[in-house]
Nanobody, 119 residues
């Protein structure tokens, strides 16, 4: 499974950005898709994810500011980020939990996309 992310960039505090990610390749199904981020000197953390049934989960730090959405037919996931803060600055990674043959369930990662929020 290959994950292609796009949409990072530089934005001022209070602004908005949208990240998009598309999955391609050979897989039986994709279960959850989501976004993680890693700020300098910090561990990678979950930002938000969405299951194949549409259930969403958000980090407390982004609730009410970020919205994750998914198009299961197109195998895409997006993250609409609003009211951005400097502490949202990080490399954002798209992730997908997929069932592939013959390995079974696996997590796949996209290359990160940098989001920089200036104060």
């Amino acid at each position: 499974v290959q994950l292609q992310a796009s949409g990072g960039g530089l934005v001022q505090a209070g602004g908005s950005l949208r990240l998009d990610c598309a999955a391609s390749g050979s897989f039986v199904r994709i279960n959850s898709m989501g976004w993680y981020r890693q700020a300098p000197g910090k561990q990678r953390e979950l930002v938000a994810d969405v299951t194949s049934l549409g259930s969403t989960n958000y980090a407390d730090s982004v609730k009410d500011r970020f919205t994750i959405s998914r198009d299961s037919a197109k195998n895409t996931v997006s993250l609409q980020m609003s009211s951005l803060k400097p502490e949202d600055t990080a490399v954002y990674y798209c992730a997908a939990d997929a069932w592939v043959r013959p390995a079974g369930g696996m997590r796949f990662w996209g290359k990160g996309t940098l989001v920089t929020v200036s104060s």
